[in-house]
């Protein structure tokens, strides 16, 4: 059973930066595409980047110049930097494969003040 565990949210102030981290089990991190996606108070979770097991990068055009996906397979883990943040990104942040690799996992908070 693959398990995903998201960390690194927190409160910040409009236009500062947060780094999050997603730590993944199991071998197959190294050939799973992966994904970061973010569900808001009464909204359904959307996606926001994806990085495939060899590097290229897709961010959705609400993010896209400034949160930034990354992976380093040497330690299964997968980062999204997150810059110029705006109250409205404020929302639990996930991570998991693209197909999912197994059940969501807890996430973590990000709240961005105005």
């Known amino acids: 059973q693959v398990q995903l565990v998201e960390s690194g949210g927190g409160l910040v102030q409009t236009g500062g930066s947060l780094r999050l981290s997603c730590a993944v089990s199991?071998?197959?991190?190294?050939?799973?595409?992966m994904g970061w996606y973010r569900q808001a108070p009464g909204k359904r979770r959307e996606f926001i980047a994806r990085i495939s097991s060899g590097g290229v990068r897709l961010h959705d055009a609400s993010v896209k110049g400034r949160f930034t996906i990354s992976r380093d397979n040497a330690v299964n883990t997968v980062y999204l930097q997150m810059n110029s943040l705006k109250p409205e990104d404020t929302a639990v942040y996930y991570c998991n494969g693209i197909p999912a690799l197994g059940d969501w996992g807890p996430g973590t908070q990000v709240t961005v003040s105005s």
């Open positions: 199991g071998s197959i991190f190294n050939t799973s595409d």
